[in-house]
C-alpha cells in the first residue's frame, strides 16, 4: 500500500496543468491569500476522500480475495486501463501535431536577418499569454480560488489513491503515517510555490511566470509519461493481486 501511495502521491505533485494554474493564482494580486485558499481546497478534497473510504472500509483492509477486495482491484485496474487509455491518446495526438508542423528547420540553418528566432518567438507568447491569464486571475476572489482547486484536482489519480487507501488499516500507526504522506506529497509542489511567494514575493511572480511557459511548452510530454507509467503500474499490480 505504501509504495502505490507513493507514486500516486507522486504523479500528482508532479501534474503539470494544476502547477501551471496554481502559479496563476498566486501570481495575481492577493496570491498568497488567494494561494493558500486553493491549497486548503486541495487538501480538503484530499482528506474527504480518504476519510469517505476509511468510514466505508471501517479503517480495516478487506480479507483477501473477498468480494470487496476483488471489487477493489477491479477498480484499480480499471483506473490503470483508464490512464493508460488516456496517456496513449494524448501521445498519439502529440505525434500528431509533431507531424503537421512541416519539417523541423535544418542544424546550424540561422533565421532570416532582423526576424525573431523561434525559441524567442514562442518564449514571446508565452510570457504575453501568462501575463494576460495573470490580470484575469487579479480579478478572482479566494472562492474562486477554492473551486479551481476542486475543478483542477487530477480526479483519475485521486481515485487510484482512493483504491489504495482500502487497503489501509487504520489500528497500525504506520498506515495513518502512510495517509499523512500521500496528502503531504500529493500537496508539496504547490506548498513549495506558495513558500517561495511568501517569502520572496519580489522574486517570485517573474520566476514562476518563467517557469510556467517552460511548463505550458513541456506539459503534454509530462502528462503522457504521467499516465502510461502509472497506469501500467496499477495494471501490473492489480493483475498479480487478482491472479495471485
Same mark, same amino acid.
Given at each position: 500500500?505504501? =509504495?502505490?501511495?507513493?507514486?500516486?502521491?507522486?504523479?500528482?505533485?508532479?501534474?503539470?496543468?494544476?502547477?501551471?494554474?496554481?502559479?496563476?493564482?498566486?501570481?495575481?494580486?492577493? !496570491?498568497?491569500?488567494?494561494?493558500?485558499?486553493?491549497?486548503?481546497?486541495?487538501?480538503?478534497?484530499?482528506? =474527504?476522500?480518504?476519510?469517505?473510504?476509511?468510514? &466505508?472500509?471501517? !479503517?480495516?483492509?478487506?480479507?483477501?480475495?473477498?468480494?470487496?477486495?476483488?471489487?477493489? =482491484?477491479?477498480?484499480?485496474?480499471?483506473?490503470?486501463?483508464?490512464?493508460?487509455?488516456?496517456?496513449?491518446? #494524448?501521445?498519439?495526438?502529440?505525434?500528431?501535431?509533431?507531424?503537421?508542423?512541416?519539417?523541423?528547420?535544418?542544424?546550424?540553418?540561422?533565421?532570416?536577418?532582423?526576424?525573431?528566432?523561434?525559441?524567442?518567438?514562442?518564449?514571446?507568447?508565452?510570457?504575453?499569454?501568462?501575463?494576460?491569464?495573470?490580470?484575469?486571475?487579479? #480579478?478572482?476572489? !479566494?472562492?474562486?480560488?477554492?473551486?479551481?482547486?476542486?475543478?483542477?484536482?487530477?480526479?483519475?489519480?485521486?481515485?487510484?489513491?482512493?483504491?489504495?487507501?482500502?487497503?489501509?488499516?487504520?489500528?497500525? &500507526?504506520?498506515?495513518?503515517?502512510?495517509?499523512?504522506?500521500?496528502?503531504?506529497?500529493?500537496?508539496?509542489?504547490?506548498?513549495?510555490?506558495?513558500?517561495?511567494?511568501?517569502?520572496?514575493?519580489?522574486?517570485?511572480?517573474? +520566476?514562476?511566470?518563467?517557469?510556467?511557459?517552460?511548463?505550458?511548452?513541456?506539459?503534454? +510530454?509530462?502528462?503522457?509519461?504521467?499516465? =502510461?507509467?502509472?497506469?501500467?503500474?496499477?495494471?501490473?499490480?492489480?493483475?498479480? +493481486?487478482?491472479?495471485?
Amino acid at each position: 500500500m505504501v =509504495l502505490d501511495l507513493l507514486l500516486i502521491a507522486l504523479a500528482i505533485t508532479l501534474d503539470p496543468l494544476p502547477l501551471m494554474a496554481f502559479v496563476l493564482v498566486v501570481a495575481s494580486t492577493g !496570491g498568497a491569500r488567494k494561494g493558500l485558499v486553493f491549497l486548503l481546497s486541495w487538501l480538503a478534497c484530499l482528506v =474527504l476522500v480518504i476519510a469517505i473510504v476509511l468510514l &466505508l472500509t471501517g !479503517g480495516q483492509p478487506p480479507p483477501p480475495r473477498s468480494p470487496p477486495s476483488a471489487a477493489a =482491484l477491479g477498480v484499480k485496474l480499471a483506473v490503470g486501463v483508464a490512464l493508460v487509455v488516456y496517456g496513449e491518446h #494524448r501521445r498519439r495526438r502529440l505525434a500528431a501535431l509533431r507531424a503537421s508542423g512541416g519539417a523541423a528547420p535544418e542544424p546550424g540553418a540561422e533565421p532570416a536577418p532582423g526576424a525573431p528566432s523561434p525559441g524567442a518567438a514562442a518564449a514571446g507568447a508565452d510570457g504575453a499569454s501568462s501575463a494576460s491569464l495573470t490580470t484575469e486571475m487579479d #480579478r478572482t476572489t !479566494g472562492w474562486a480560488a477554492a473551486g479551481l482547486a476542486v475543478l483542477l484536482q487530477p480526479w483519475g489519480l485521486v481515485a487510484a489513491g482512493a483504491t489504495t487507501v482500502v487497503e489501509a488499516d487504520t489500528s497500525h &500507526l504506520a498506515s495513518w503515517f502512510a495517509l499523512f504522506g500521500f496528502c503531504v506529497l500529493a500537496t508539496a509542489s504547490l506548498l513549495a510555490v506558495e513558500l517561495y511567494v511568501v517569502f520572496s514575493p519580489t522574486a517570485a511572480r517573474a +520566476q514562476l511566470l518563467a517557469l510556467r511557459a517552460w511548463m505550458e511548452r513541456h506539459s503534454e +510530454q509530462a502528462v503522457v509519461a504521467l499516465c =502510461l507509467l502509472l497506469g501500467f503500474w496499477l495494471v501490473g499490480k492489480s493483475i498479480y +493481486q487478482l491472479t495471485g
